[in-house]
Structures are given as C-alpha cells and as structure tokens.
C-alpha cells in the first residue's frame, strides 16, 4: 500500500488550501499516511493524552469508489474524529459507522500564506502559554473538548491565554492535527480587538517554527470569516466535514 503522500498532489493542486491540514500533519510528522493514490488519501493523527487512544483522520478522495476503500480502512471501533475533505463521503462514513456518527460541522480551510507576520492589534493584551492549572478556567469557558484533550494540549504548551490588567480575557492554541483553533474571548472583553491579537501572536508563533499557520472556520460563522481575512488569512475554495464517534 503506498504510504506517499506526494502522489496525491494532482488532487490537492485543485485547492491546495483546503487539503492543507494533510499536507502539513505529515510535513510535521505528526500523521501517518495510511494510504494514498493520486485520487485519495487517508492520514492518522494519534490524540496523546487521550484515555482511550483516540484518533483523528484526514481523508480526501476524487470519487465514490476512493471512498468506500478508505472507509473500510477506519477502525470500526472506539473514539474517531473524522475530516472528510468531500462532502459525498458522508453518507458512506454514515452507513459504515452507524446514526451514532455525527456531523459537527461544516468548515472552510483558512491559511496564512504570507512569510511577513500579521499586524497584531495593539490594545494591551499580554499573551503567555497557559499550563494545567489553568484548565479549570479553560474548560469552564470551551465547551467543545473535554478535559482530558485540553489538558494534553496544556501539557504540550499548545495553549496561549490573553490576559487584560492581570485578568485572563481569552485563550487559542493549535489542535492535535496542528490546526489553530480554540479561540475564545470570554463575554464581557469582546469587541475589543483581544481575538484579532490572540490569532495574530499564534500565527506569528506558527511562522517561527516554520509552519504554514491553518485553521478551520464553520461556513456559517460569519465574524470568525471576517477576522480570518482581516488577519491575511486565505479561505479555500472548498469544504470540509467534521464528523465524530464518541
């Protein structure tokens, strides 16, 4: 089975930036190329931290036929997180994994393709990485995770916090697959510049270590759009879907 990611490049040439959370987990090497063909691919991003050995997958695929091989190549049991970068595998991850497999959301792939760092807003945040004591406030405030995750990424120093005349406003960090995300400016501190300047400090940090700095936004969330392209950030052309078994 071919485990070489770059034979699926003529797929990806078609919106690179929508396949980039693929390309760039096996550039880092945190993913695992499964399979891969130059209409389908299919990459395993472990979750550590995770008590039940839960995995992210990363599958895109040309047509049906691609999709129902990589669908058999899923494990069929345990926790399973999902991003199918075609909307026509959902109905065969469905028929595969049961009703208990749920769509999340729909997202737009965001990048940051410049080599120059954003122009950060200067409205007096302070920004560090945030460590596990911070989590109690953490979970408290992002719903999305359990802890066990968000502690894994405090452990590993993947969360930043923004923090306002000594006062935690908000954090962000990088998921397990490397994505930017978790972005959450508590109610009361909002509209006040904080999430442009927590994203902007993440990206830069991102281009430090020489990452092309991506995310994903629901299609229907219209101001964390409008903050991407604020930030420089190019949106993709097509859309991914997330999908989850618990």
Known sequence: MNTDLSVCQPLFDRDPVRYLDMTEAVRRGIGTVVYASPTAALVDVPSPGESDGAHTYLMCCAGMEDARRLCILLPANGSL??????????????????????????SYQAAYLRTQSPQIPDCGLAIRRLEVGDLPQVAEHYKLEGEDYLRSLLERGQLLGGFYEGAMVGFAGCHTEGSMGLLEIFPPYRRRGFAAALEGYLIDLELSQCHVPFGQVLTDNGPSLALQRSLGMTLSSGTLCWLSRD
């Open 81 to 106: 997180l999902v991003a199918a970068h075609e909307e026509f595998c959902i109905p065969l991850l469905q028929e595969r994994f049961g009703v208990d497999f749920f769509l999340d959301g729909v």
